[in-house]
């Protein structure tokens, strides 16, 4: 319901104020808004608490009067100001709806807009840095290619109150969050194999973590049957990215390897996709990659106590003219044989490759992630991960948690062994492709086979890549896995 506001007369200058009621229980936003280079965002459990704060005497009577159910805009002499009122718990279901309405609180920001001050009256700081969260997630673009750009630069965002020694952190995250994104983004002409391992190195050099590119020779003289089947029908070379941060601090002895695939464009191969919402939207495939760099960027910058080794392999998979045909058997980097039955299931190929390097490791635990399978997308929607492990029931539990405080929310499915039937081979060791039913999970056995050490499969094929923006998640590249991941290592970190 929208509804014209009667304002009395100390409010006879300004504009003009509108009220809407909001329906979200436990919320209300006031917001105030003028043309403006700054802006002002405070937040509180009562309408009273604006009282106290450092407002305009008169914008904080006014506020402290009005409904918690309200919405109000309207202009004022003193600059861009919102308020925003939140009486919910601290839960991790309120801690999305604040992300969302820091989402509103974002878009609600006149043009011109060039600083945020976040002034946080008497929140505690898990609920002001949720918001800030979702604020800082909702300041992104990528219009790189666009021969009129937007005019808005990123924010400057300050904080005052509870949380406000935890923003540069936040800060430090939605940047690595964006990161993922803008590499998601990037067209295969503009981001190949190469591009992306250059990529990974530049921002190597600039946050303070290890990297080492191989090249096609190194990976053909290491025998890396999958990556270079999958590589076969493309003209431009393979490469496979090891990237290391290990502090002096670190507080474990064996490092956690995290997995990604790094597939830059997927036509399917020979076993070619149809394009309408298919092969139109496969510069994703390299989700999983983009998540492993974007995380050393975040544990990098911030310092933290942790060792953690990336391995990200990376190719087109093309129909070219020496392109793998179905049927063709191959010999993987260690050792198994492995029929070839669709060349669209590439992205195992290439991964099996990484797990099984990943042995000389001797990790604490492997994580890897992929835009893998339809399947989970088909059984799990846009709305969560799917997650299979052969891994202690503990670090189960933690990736669930970080999947729920982050709201990058993961599944399990059953590893049964039954699925591991459907892809053993007649003619070579194992097939690359079990039934058409219960296909993300035929996928993650033919990729345990790999595996000697605690292992993790998270399956974003139906989270990476957007068609539409949602609350903070923008159209295109999401960042899925990211802020995911950073919140398992600081559970790890903190014991």
């Not at 601290?90 to 709806?97: F, L, M, T, W, Y």
């Not at 009129?148 to 406000?164: D, E, F, I, R, Y």
């Not at 992306?196 to 973590?209: I, K, M, Q, S």
């Not at 190719?315 to 063709?328: F, H, I, K, Y």
């Amino acid at each position: 319901m929208v509804r014209i506001m009667r304002i009395s007369a100390q409010f006879a200058t300004m504009f003009f104020s509108l009220g809407i009621i909001a329906k979200n229980t436990g919320f209300t936003a006031l917001i105030a808004l003028i043309c403006s280079m700054n802006a002002e965002i405070y937040l509180t459990s009562n309408s009273k608490g604006f009282v106290t704060a450092k407002l305009p005497s008169s914008i904080a009577a006014f506020w402290s009067q009005s409904s918690e159910e309200s919405l109000h805009l309207y202009n004022g002499p003193k600059g861009c100001l919102m308020g925003v009122i939140h009486t919910g718990k601290g839960n991790v279901a309120e801690h999305e709806k604040l992300r969302k309405e820091g989402n509103k609180c974002f878009v609600s920001l006149p043009k011109g807009i060039t600083s945020v001050e976040i002034n946080n009256v008497d929140w505690d700081a898990p609920k002001a840095l949720a918001f800030v969260e979702g604020f800082l997630l909702s300041d992104y673009r990528f219009d790189k290619y666009l021969t009129k750009k937007s005019a808005n630069a990123p924010l400057q965002v300050t904080m005052s109150g509870k949380g406000k020694e935890k923003l540069h952190e936040v800060q430090v995250v939605c940047n690595a969050v964006n990161t993922a994104r803008n590499w998601v983004n990037e067209p295969v002409n503009s981001l190949n194999a190469q591009g992306l391992a250059d990529a990974f190195t530049d921002l190597g050099v600039d946050a303070g973590f290890k990297v080492e590119v191989f090249g096609e020779a190194q990976i053909e003289s290491l025998k890396m049957g999958g990556l270079l089947a999958v590589n076969r029908g493309s003209q431009e070379p393979p490469t496979f990215s090891v990237l290391e941060y290990k502090p002096k601090e670190a507080k474990n002895a064996q490092p956690i390897v995290l997995v990604g695939k790094g597939v830059v464009f997927d036509t399917g191969g020979l076993s070619l996709k149809p394009t309408p919402n298919s092969m139109d939207m496969m510069k994703c495939d390299m989700g999983g990659a983009a998540v492993v760099g974007a995380v050393f960027e975040a544990v990098a910058r911030l310092n933290w106590p942790i060792w953690i080794v990336g391995l990200v392999p990376a190719t087109d998979n093309r129909p070219g003219e020496m392109a793998t045909c179905p049927g063709d058997i191959i010999t993987m980097f260690d050792g198994t044989t492995v029929e070839v039955l669709n060349t669209d299931a590439e992205g195992r190929l290439i991964l099996a490759d990484a797990l099984a390097f990943a042995k000389k490791y001797d990790p604490q635990l492997v994580i890897d992630y992929a835009t893998l399978t339809g399947a989970a997308a088909r059984a799990l929607g846009t709305y969560g991960s799917a997650l299979m492990a052969q891994a202690p029931d503990s670090v189960v539990k933690s990736l669930k948690k970080a999947g729920e405080v982050t709201y990058e929310r993961l599944a399990e499915l059953p590893l049964w062994e039954e699925y591991y039937e459907e892809i053993k081979g007649g003619i070579a060791d194992l097939k690359n492709l079990g039934k058409g039913e219960g296909g993300a999970q035929s996928a993650a056995m033919f990729l345990r086979h790999f595996t000697n050490y605690p292992w993790a499969h998270i399956d974003i094929a139906g989270t990476a890549f957007s068609t539409s923006a949602s609350h903070y998640t923008p159209k295109g590249g999401t960042g899925v896995g990211v802020r995911l991941t950073l919140e398992f290592l600081r559970q790890q970190i903190n014991g």
